[in-house]
């Protein structure tokens, strides 16, 4: 099928005029909640045999009130783009709850939750048109690295199976109106790959193309990513993509961030986002950062011109992406270089 170009132009064109403001932490604002297994069960999985608490995602289809809540909470307090609930709305990371007949609902659903809040605040505020990102996290397995120490040549997933399920994921979410997908919190760059090939082969499925997104995530000090690679390699394996953006989240908070993210903005020919935790976890796995603070470790991001989207990670909630929104406003985003600088060999 020929692919009918179809880009959604409004958020490409947005971003060449303002920093676009992400939403923040989904999973801390579900926490807020204190949710019960009948909460995520609802009535649709009464009776499955599974325990099903924990699985956010799952809260599409039994509590779309509570998700359209936080959609809502993030553009009000300024976002311009909120992600889907859908990091694991893949049939690879719902084999563990048995719940791999419901992955296309699930992202579908999520997705028109999404669009319907983007939509209403648009109207609201149309001088502020708001967006949805379509949600694609890594899966629970990855295609590079063996889980096994004693049989390093094992792989708990291959190459194919990534894309049959990334692309099921892909086609979903496009039904459901997303306006562009974000394969995010990538910390083994085959994966990423694997989604990437299975976007092309839902465009050509869809018969139209949308913004492709890539964020990546450093794991520690090294500035490396779990598969070994640096900022400026990860963008060297993505750069083959017509990416709308790359840009690295999660792991860090923004003032370990910054130096990786320089180097990523120092060679990358698409726009750069950044949306960091809110500061490193504490001894109880927590995010104490409060949102002036990070406020202020972001403004290294502006100050620098690094940057075209940020928004907020594990620990941030509408108060940061305010902070955040207030922060951006009137700053003008990083200039798409058309001839970046050349990674050195």
Not at 134 to 153: C, E, I, K, L, Q
Not at 224 to 252: D, K, Y
Not at 281 to 292: A, L, T, V
């Amino acid at each position: 099928m020929a692919i009918i170009s179809n880009m959604r132009p409004d958020i490409v064109q947005t971003s060449a005029h303002r920093i676009l403001v992400l939403d923040g932490a989904m999973g801390t604002m579900i926490q807020r909640h204190a949710l019960e297994e009948a909460d995520f069960r609802g009535e649709r999985f009464a009776d499955h045999p599974k325990p099903l608490k924990g699985n956010n995602d799952l809260l599409a289809l039994s509590r779309p009130d509570l998700l359209r809540g936080i959609h809502d909470a993030y553009f009000e307090a300024g976002a311009d783009i909120v992600e889907t609930n859908t990091f694991s709305s893949t049939t690879i990371a719902q084999a563990d709850y048995g719940l791999e007949d419901a992955v296309w609902d699930l992202n579908l659903v999520s997705a028109q939750i999404a669009r319907a809040s983007a939509d209403a605040w648009t109207a609201r505020t149309p001088d502020q048109p708001r967006f949805v990102a379509g949600s694609v996290g890594p899966t629970n397995r990855t295609a590079s690295m063996s889980p096994d120490v004693n049989d390093p040549g094992y792989r708990a997933v291959t190459f194919r199976t990534l894309v049959d399920a990334y692309r099921q994921q892909m086609e979903a979410l496009m039904e459901g109106g997303v306006d562009a997908l974000l394969i995010e919190t990538v910390f083994d760059t085959l994966n990423a790959k694997a989604a990437l090939f299975a976007a092309e082969e839902a465009f050509d499925l869809q018969g139209r193309r949308i913004p492709i997104m890539v964020s990546g995530t450093i794991t520690d000090a090294s500035g490396r990513t779990l598969s070994g690679q640096t900022a400026e390699a990860f963008w060297v394996s993505m750069s083959h993509a017509p990416l709308f953006s790359i840009g690295l989240n999660c792991a860090l908070g923004a003032a370990q961030l910054t130096p990786h993210l320089e180097a990523l903005s120092n060679v990358a020919s698409c726009g750069i986002s950044a949306h960091p935790n809110a500061g490193l976890p504490n001894e109880m796995g927590e995010y104490d950062q409060d949102p002036d603070a990070m406020a202020t470790q972001l403004q290294t991001f502006l100050d620098k011109g690094l940057v075209n989207i940020l928004g907020g990670c594990c620990g941030t909630t509408p108060d940061h992406i305010r902070a955040i929104a207030e922060l951006v406003h009137g700053r003008k985003p990083r200039p798409i270089p058309s001839d970046p600088n050349p990674i050195s060999a």
